[in-house]
Every structure is written in structure tokens, then in C-alpha cells.
Nanobody, 127 residues
């Protein structure tokens, strides 16, 4: 059974940094599309960044240059390094996995289609 467990969220001031982790189990980690998503108060879930089995990486425009997605296949763990955090980054952050898709330019349009999700980790950025 596929399980995704996020950690690393917390409260920081604007300009600060956090690193989120998503530990995966129950499947062959390297064969999956993996992505980070977030849902802020009163907002729909949106894509943050993705990475796939062939090493393709994409970011949402507002995260480019501030966030970095990477993974450690030996640890079956996906990471999201977040720098220069802004109050508008406040949200619940989720990781997702799926074998059916790749991290192409349309990845963010399939937010509601990915099969496996973690429980989320809260990030709060104060001004």
C-alpha cells in the first residue's frame, strides 16, 4: 500500500526558509511521478513543483527561483527546499505520487487526478 508522509512544516517569518520532506513507502519510488502541492486558506489546491522518473522538473511560476524540488532515491524521500518565503506561501503542503503521468508542462492541470496523497504539513509565514 502506497503511503506518503510529509514533515518539515512550521512557522517562519517572511524571508525565512523551510525544507519539507515526503517519505514514501509501499511502492517502487523511482518509477513514479512525484509532486508538491499546496492549499491556502479559502483557496483551491495548486501545484508547486514536480519531478518524475526521467528527471524532468517543473515549477509553478510563482515558485521559480525560490523553491527547489529534489529527491533521494536511496531514502525514498522527496524534498522541497523553500527560501525567501512570503506570507502568501502560507498553506497546507502535500506531496502526491502517480505512475501514470510525467512531469510535463501540463502537470499542474492534473492536480485532481493524482492517485496518492500524503496528509499534509502546515507552513505558516508571518510578515
Amino acid at each position: 500500500q502506497v503511503q506518503l508522509v510529509e514533515s518539515g512544516g512550521g512557522s517562519v517569518q517572511a524571508g525565512g526558509s523551510l525544507r519539507l520532506s515526503c517519505e514514501a513507502s509501499g511502492y517502487t519510488y523511482s518509477s513514479y511521478f512525484m509532486g508538491w502541492f499546496r492549499q491556502g486558506p479559502g483557496k483551491e489546491r495548486e501545484g508547486v513543483a514536480c519531478i518524475d522518473r526521467d528527471g524532468r522538473i517543473n515549477y509553478a511560476d510563482s515558485m521559480k527561483g525560490r523553491f527547489t524540488i529534489y529527491e533521494d532515491n536511496a531514502k525514498n524521500t522527496l524534498y522541497l527546499q523553500m527560501n525567501s518565503l512570503k506570507p502568501e506561501d502560507t498553506a497546507m503542503y502535500y506531496c502526491a505520487a502517480d505512475t501514470r503521468f510525467i512531469c510535463d508542462v501540463w502537470w499542474f492541470l492534473r492536480t485532481n487526478e493524482y492517485n496518492y496523497w500524503g496528509q499534509g504539513t502546515q507552513v505558516t509565514v508571518s510578515s
